[in-house]
């Protein structure tokens, strides 16, 4: 009886959708450019996204390519070393919806800052970064709102525009 029981798990652990989620090598290719702002903190991005994995229906596992330009500041002036520059190499988790998708982003980033020599504790170099989107589409993937975050050395967020293209709106 444990033999076909045994059998039974195998059988249902390959074969089923509804146990596991089905992976799929399914390449994509998306591109965009953002805008977002928050108080005191304003942000010019541009990514590259390359997917390999769509998991079930609604999701896609890839690579993140990007820059971002951020100013920083406060009712004094701007931060030290503002204004910075991200250059990310990022890993990416997305789900994505007709309406929204949501992404989060982690992986390595180098950071630089304009005035940074000034700042010997803000030098340039190469950390880790968790970097986050909400992306409400208001048409397919090429123009909506977003909402952006990350998390590094110098960490940011704001709300904003963007626009882009994907692969995935051909389908």
Do not use: H, W
């Not at 991200?86 to 992404?103: E, H």
């Not at 170099?125 to 589409?137: D, H, P």
Request: proline content about 4%.
């Amino acid at each position: 009886m444990k033999k076909y029981f045994v059998l039974f798990l195998i059988y249902a652990a390959v074969f089923s959708n509804k146990i596991y989620a089905q992976v799929v090598a399914e390449p994509e290719i998306s591109l965009q450019a953002d805008v977002t702002s928050a108080i005191f903190v304003n942000t010019l991005g541009a990514s590259a996204d390359i997917d390999f994995l769509k998991i079930d229906k609604s999701g896609f596992i890839g690579l993140r390519f990007g820059v971002n330009y951020y100013n920083k500041g406060g009712p004094g002036g701007p931060d030290d070393g503002s204004p910075f520059t991200d250059i990310d190499f990022l890993s990416r988790f997305t789900v994505f919806g007709k309406v929204v998708d949501v992404s989060l982003c982690p992986g390595l980033t180098y950071n630089r800052g304009k005035y940074s020599y000034l700042n010997p504790d803000k030098e340039s170099g190469i950390s880790t970064k968790l970097e986050g989107n909400i992306r409400i589409k208001f048409y397919k993937s090429f123009v909506g709102l977003i909402i952006k975050f990350a998390f590094n050395k110098e960490g940011y967020g704001g709300i904003g525009f963007f626009a882009g293209y994907s692969t995935r709106d051909k389908k």
